[in-house]
């Protein structure tokens, strides 16, 4: 495939607003996005050279490649880095990793040849029809939530730590771990037709010997991530008179349901927040780890402050929020707040780009 055919493929702008949107993904760097693309828009190509099927050009929105297709490294490699001064095959491949581990192909090597096929994004797919009418808010049930909330989870995850096979399994062990120790803090977003849960968040008490992690570097507070048996955290024990610190150790949604659902997730949350009172009456400190800037969008939205940097990890960091400005948050003019922010940087980014 000549690389300017990419134009003919898909408009240069358009190109654009879709690695821009593809860059609010975990782990998902604006050069991994790019390659992404190219590598979609390939596979297509090949897809249209070997079979019946022609797709009309321009696509007006993309469509994904059926099923697995052949991709040689030289072939990844000329399409990633043929406009760059360095790449080979051998990054090429590590470039394929990187996309296989965060979700978004899969990659089958028979002995003699790799094939890739490109993973439904809901972003980027009309998948609508696929949705359930109704999401139901529930506790998060540690024998029937652990293991799909970990796969969830994983995915947060897999960008920063090699061992992605060992993550999965690592998190529902933990996950399992805090339902034991302070159930009341961890909440689901689960489908109404399967129960499967789609959004699960964390509220953790902070024991307060543990609170000064939250002023050391941004690493330091990593677990789910990492593969240390010791946990820096220690969860406080209910009526603990010293605990002021809430540590919001998970919040995700799926992205098919992210627009529908989050304020009534952050609602929900609220409501745990304001019960946790009770079991915590002094909570006034309110401290979340954003390890990607994406979130970042979303925590300053909500009133948020990044506190702690760590040069060397630049996108890892501490935010802080108080329990009251929390609680008295109208979440509805905050998230309206961020969609106009939101669809204002696009359009002006867009715009920077013509076709």
């Known amino acids: 495939m000549d690389l300017s055919e990419l134009d003919r493929w898909l408009p240069a702008a358009k190109r654009q607003a879709i690695i ?10 604006r050069v991994r996005a790019e390659c992404f693309l ?3 828009l390939y596979l297509l190509y090949k897809e249209q050279q070997t079979t019946a099927q ?10 994904r490649p059926s099923g ?13 880095y043929h406009d760059k001064d360095q790449g080979s095959d051998r990054a090429a491949g590590m470039m394929l990793n990187k996309l296989a581990a965060l979700g978004l192909i899969k990659k089958r090597f028979d002995g003699n040849t790799t094939s890739i096929e490109i993973q439904p994004l809901p972003e980027l797919l009309d998948t609508a029809s696929q949705a359930p009418s109704e999401l139901l808010l529930d506790d998060f049930d540690p024998r029937c939530d652990a293991i ?10 897999s960008w920063m730590n090699q061992n992605v096979e060992v993550i999965p399994f690592r998190i529902a062990k933990i996950l399992r771990q805090w339902a034991a120790q302070y159930p009341a803090g961890m909440r689901v977003l689960r489908r109404s037709d399967n129960l499967h849960p789609v959004g699960f968040y964390v509220f953790y008490p902070t024991a307060p010997e543990s609170d000064s992690t939250f002023f050391a570097a941004p690493g330091k507070g990593l677990h789910l991530s990492t593969l240390s048996a010791t946990d820096p955290f ?4 209910v009526g603990d008179p010293d605990c002021v610190s809430v540590f919001v150790r998970s919040w995700m949604i799926d992205s098919d349901y992210t ?9 929900d949350a609220q409501n745990t927040l304001r019960k946790m009172q009770t079991d915590f009456p002094n909570l006034c400190d309110l401290h979340t780890l954003v390890i990607h800037p994406s979130y970042e969008k979303l925590a300053s939205a909500l009133g948020f402050q990044k506190t702690t940097v760590n040069a060397a990890q630049a996108s890892i960091y ?3 929020l108080a329990v009251d400005r929390f609680l008295s948050l109208d979440v509805e003019a905050a998230l309206a707040s961020l969609k106009k922010s939101t669809t204002a940087q696009t359009h002006s980014y867009s715009g920077s780009h013509p076709g």
């Open 259 to 267: 627009d529908a659902y989050q304020m009534r997730f952050l609602q």
């Open 148 to 157: 799909p909330v970990a796969n969830l989870l994983a995915t947060n995850y």
């Open 20 to 29: 821009t949107q593809l860059t609010q993904r975990i782990g998902l760097t």
């Open 68 to 80: 697995e297709i052949t991709c040689t490294l030289r072939e990844a490699a000329e399409l990633f």
């Open 54 to 63: 022609q797709h009309k050009l321009p696509l007006q929105q993309l469509v």
């Open 38 to 40: 190219r590598l979609w």
């Open 318 to 320: 501490w935010m802080y």
């Open 234 to 237: 220690a969860i406080a024990q």
